[in-house]
């Protein structure tokens, strides 16, 4: 009895390490997409329209997070913590907020004190928005209730 409580927990558990990872390179995926569309934007607004280069990025990362949004819900994720889609949008975008403040601190800094152009400021502070927003959103929104008390 003791042995089947054991493995079974162990099954759980190797199952939930593997949905995680499945979960993280889906978002891993969806998130270059993502760049790729906020990226864009944050040259083309700048360079082609004249935009302040914060003003873009700040578009850019806007536009790159409702679409991650949409595939998280659809693709990412299996599991959802809220029912209420309203809800977890809300919080889905204050997340992407807190990001946002990130990326732009991070890019005004580096453009600003480290003299970098903004293109390399951007490309230096996706891997940090790119962890804090996975981490949170999996945490809070995504989190399936197997892994939850492993």
Excluded: C
């Excluded at 083309?44 to 997070?65: I, K, M, N, R």
């Excluded at 949004?69 to 889905?92: K, P, W």
């Excluded at 975008?93 to 400021?121: D, K, T």
Aim: net charge positive; hydrophobic share 55%.
């Amino acid at each position: 009895m003791i042995l089947q409580s054991i493995f079974t927990r162990g099954a759980v558990r190797l199952r939930a390490s593997r949905s995680a990872l499945v979960e993280f390179l889906r978002y891993a995926v969806a998130s270059i997409v993502a760049l790729a569309l906020d990226f864009s934007l944050l040259l083309g607004l700048t360079e082609l329209a004249g935009w302040h280069y914060l003003v873009s990025a700040a578009v850019g990362f806007t536009a790159g997070s409702i679409f991650l949004y949409v595939l998280s819900t659809g693709f990412i994720f299996r599991s959802r913590r809220l029912q209420n889609r309203q809800a977890e949008f809300m919080v889905f975008a204050g997340i992407g907020v807190i990001g946002l403040v990130i990326n732009q601190s991070l890019m005004f800094g580096l453009v600003s004190f480290g003299g970098l152009a903004y293109p390399l400021a951007k490309i230096a502070t996706v891997m940090f928005t790119f962890l804090f927003n996975f981490g949170m959103r999996k945490t809070l929104l995504f989190k399936s209730p197997i892994s939850a008390g492993v």
